[in-house]
Structure formats: C-alpha cells, structure tokens
C-alpha cells in the first residue's frame, strides 16, 4: 500500500478578525470566515458554490469530477463522485472528507480560517500505483462573478 499526503491553501481576499465557522445545513456543509462562504455538497463533497462576503451569486463550482481526481499508473481514473463519501465534523473549524473506492481511500481535512480554506489530503492506493492526484478537481467559474481572484 502507498500513502500519499498533499497540502493544497486556498485563499480568498484577505483581511484580519476570527470569524471562521463549519456548519452542517442539511444538503450542504458550509465553511465561511470574514470574506467567503465556501458549500460542499453532503452527498459528494463537491463545491456548491464560493461567494465572496457581502457580494451575491456564486464565483465557482466543481466540475464534473466532484472535489478531486485521481489516476493511477494503469490509466484508470476515479473521482469523488465515483467513491462514497462520509463527512463528519470534527473540530471547530475542521471538516473531514472520508472517500472509500475499491482502488483508493482518500481523506481530506479542510479547515475554515478567516481568509481562505486549507485542503489537506491523504491518499491510500489498495492495489494500484497512483500516478497523480487533483485536488480541487476541475472548476466551473462564473465570469460576471469572478473579477479577481
């Protein structure tokens, strides 16, 4: 078995202050701080929508693949909607993202903070050699929302 481990930040607009929170709200789980709310999906844990605060509609969305993607040496590729998902909060500011597939585990922890999200990830191969790994996957972004990023 390989392990892999990936660290991925994603900023948004910085600014200063603790207002960070992770809240479960039926159809999506939602991590905010002082300049973003970012929803995940409770079925996959895809990317629903990012807002900016104070600012309406969403920047962007998941792609097709959901949250990641992964290819494994053979050619074979898997991605978070191919895989069941559990979510579980477990801090304050910290959700975990537990994907099982035949061919890989994969966890990722992401926690809130005031500016952005930290995505961190941890890949178990059960049998085949994992070639790469994306985290976020593809994303769909909405121009008349997205200026500057």
């Given at each position: 078995m390989h392990t892999a481990v990936v660290f991925i930040v994603l900023t948004i607009f910085t600014t200063h202050g603790l207002a960070w929170q992770v809240k479960y709200l039926g159809e999506v789980w939602q991590l905010s701080g002082l300049t973003y709310t970012l929803n995940l999906s409770t079925k996959d844990g895809s990317?629903?929508?990012?807002?900016?605060?104070?600012?309406?509609?969403?920047?962007?969305?998941?792609?097709?693949?959901?949250?990641?993607r992964v290819r494994f040496r053979d050619g074979l590729e898997l991605n978070a909607r191919s895989a069941t998902?559990?979510?579980?909060?477990?801090?304050?500011?910290?959700?975990?993202?537990t994907y099982h597939h035949p061919d890989v585990?994969?966890?990722?922890?992401?926690?809130?903070?005031?500016?952005?999200v930290?995505?961190?990830?941890?890949?178990?191969a059960k049998s085949k050699a994992?070639?790469?790994f994306v985290l976020p996957a593809?994303?769909?972004?909405?121009?008349?929302?997205?200026?500057?990023?």
């Open positions: 990317i629903v929508s990012l807002m900016r605060t104070g600012k309406k509609g969403s920047i962007l969305s998941s792609g097709e693949d959901g949250l990641w998902m559990q979510a579980k909060q477990i801090a304050p500011k910290n959700l975990l993202l585990s994969v966890n990722i922890k992401i926690t809130a903070h005031d500016d952005g930290d995505f961190d990830a941890e890949l178990e994992i070639l790469d593809k994303l769909r972004f909405e121009p008349k929302n997205a200026h500057r990023l």
